[in-house]
Structures are given as structure tokens and as C-alpha cells.
């Protein structure tokens, strides 16, 4: 077996990661991914031609490196994600490692605690499909501009209650999909239910748009990531009919 450190994998290599991602993602039947952004450190476990482990890594500021990693599910529970480890490890100094991984996979989860690894917080991924049921919220007062369009680029859009600003949050549409992040009420604005009440109308505008201008905004759900530890946003977007898809955990070694 050969270790091969690149920070610029050529195409052969790109080939094996992705036939490798491929292998684990049906194997675990979950959507995470290996970085391949520039800036990634890579470290590539093979046996002869056939590529048993890959490492991703970025170190960030705040001495930081996120860190990914996959292995065949033939060949798991045989030290070669700790082989990898161990490599990143004499050029990482005291760099905290944080991990991101899915917690419907058992292998990585036995894996991290496995090395001591400490769990930081988790992310859940919510969907809500499209037309939705009615919230059933007054929401007349809330405007937002500018008016929604199906933007491919990030837009801000400003959150309006009475002609007064009160908040903003981000959309990205994109293909049947629009994704819904940022959401955001202006601190002295707080705990009055507005927050409710734009969501609610948010939900209303995009129903509206998805029965009848199915051409002009032709999303047909919508996509969120919030924090476990965000109890009050965890229950505004289950009360909007949102359900969860994907649950994501990081952990810090």
C-alpha cells in the first residue's frame, strides 16, 4: 500500500475519489461529499490501483481544518482512516480537526468515537414541499422586497411589517428547488411573532406562485438547514409543515 499527499489531484485521481464518494454514498445512502476546492489537502491510501481511503482537509483561520474522509465499505474497520489521520496529524500541529458527518452512518460514527472525538452541535436539513397547506397565519402585513423571482444567484430579500423594515432572509432557486437560508428579525423586533409571520407569508407567496404561475416560479419545495440547539426555529418550521431529510453532526478532535 502507498499514502499519496497532493494538493492538486490529476485526473486519474479525481476519477478514483469520485468512483470512491459513488461506492460510500449508495453503501450509507447518505449526500455527503469530499472537497475538491483549491485549497484542499489531500491525502490518497492505495492499494496498487484501487483507492481504499481519501483525506480532505482545509486548514481555516482560528487554527481550524475541516476535514473529510471516505473508505471502500469492503474495507472499513482496518486502520486505514487512522493511517490518513496520522499523516494529516504531523502537518496539522495544534490545529483543531472538525469533522462533518452523517449520523445515519454507523461506520463513521464508531469511527469518531473510536479516535475521541467530541461532538459539537448538529445541523438538520428540512424540506417542504410545494403548494404546502395553508399555515393558516394573518400575514397581510408582511411585504418583502424586492418582489420573488426564481433568481439562480444568492438574493437578499428585506423582510416588511406595516412599510416597516424588520428582517431579512436569502433565496437561491435553483432548478425545482429553492433554497431558504439567513433568516434573520432585527433584535428589538424579537419574540412578537414576526419571525412567524414572515415565514408564514413566505410559504403563502411561494404557494401562490406554484399553483398558478407554475412557468414563471416552477419550484416545487423548499430547503433549509437549521441547528439542533435552535429549539425555537426547529418548531416555527415544524408548525410551517417542514420535515427533516438529513441530520449532520460536527465533532472536534
Known amino acids: 500500500m ?21 461506492a460510500c454514498r449508495s453503501h450509507d445512502q447518505t449526500s455527503l461529499t469530499l472537497p475538491t476546492e483549491d485549497g484542499c489537502l489531500f491525502f490518497l491510501l492505495y492499494d496498487e490501483e484501487t483507492l481504499l481511503s481519501a483525506f480532505s482537509a482545509i486548514f481555516n483561520e482560528f ?16 486502520g486505514h482512516f487512522t493511517r490518513l489521520l496520522e499523516e494529516l496529524l504531523k502537518e496539522s500541529d495544534e490545529c483543531d480537526l472538525l469533522f462533518l458527518a452523517d449520523d445515519s452512518c ?8 473510536a479516535i475521541g472525538a467530541e461532538l459539537l452541535n448538529r445541523e438538520h436539513m428540512m424540506e417542504l414541499r410545494l403548494p404546502a397547506p395553508s399555515p393558516g397565519l394573518d400575514s397581510r402585513a408582511v411585504q418583502f422586497s424586492p418582489a420573488l423571482s426564481p433568481q439562480a444567484e444568492d438574493t437578499l430579500y428585506t423582510i416588511y411589517v406595516n412599510d416597516q423594515s424588520a428582517g431579512s432572509f436569502h433565496l437561491i432557486f435553483h432548478n425545482d428547488t429553492v433554497y431558504f437560508y439567513g433568516f434573520e428579525i432585527q433584535e428589538p423586533l424579537r419574540n412578537q411573532g414576526i419571525g412567524t409571520r414572515a415565514a408564514a407569508a413566505l410559504i ?26 435552535n429549539e425555537p426555529a426547529l ?9 427533516f431529510t438529513e441530520t449532520l453532526s460536527y465533532y472536534m478532535y
Request: charged residues 30%.
Open 2 to 22: 502507498k499514502i499519496i499527499r497532493t494538493k492538486q489531484l490529476d485526473l486519474h485521481q479525481l476519477e478514483d475519489l469520485h468512483a470512491l464518494e459513488t
Open 63 to 78: 487554527e481550524t481544518c475541516s476535514c473529510s474522509a471516505f473508505t471502500l465499505p469492503s474495507c472499513r474497520r482496518r
Open 106 to 113: 454507523a461506520d463513521a460514527k464508531h469511527t469518531l468515537d
Open 204 to 229: 403563502e407567496e411561494l404557494n401562490r406562485s406554484a399553483r398558478s404561475q407554475p412557468e414563471d416560479l416552477p419550484v416545487s419545495r423548499v430547503l433549509l438547514q437549521v441547528s439542533g440547539d
Open 235 to 243: 418548531a416555527l418550521y415544524r408548525r410551517l409543515g417542514f420535515a
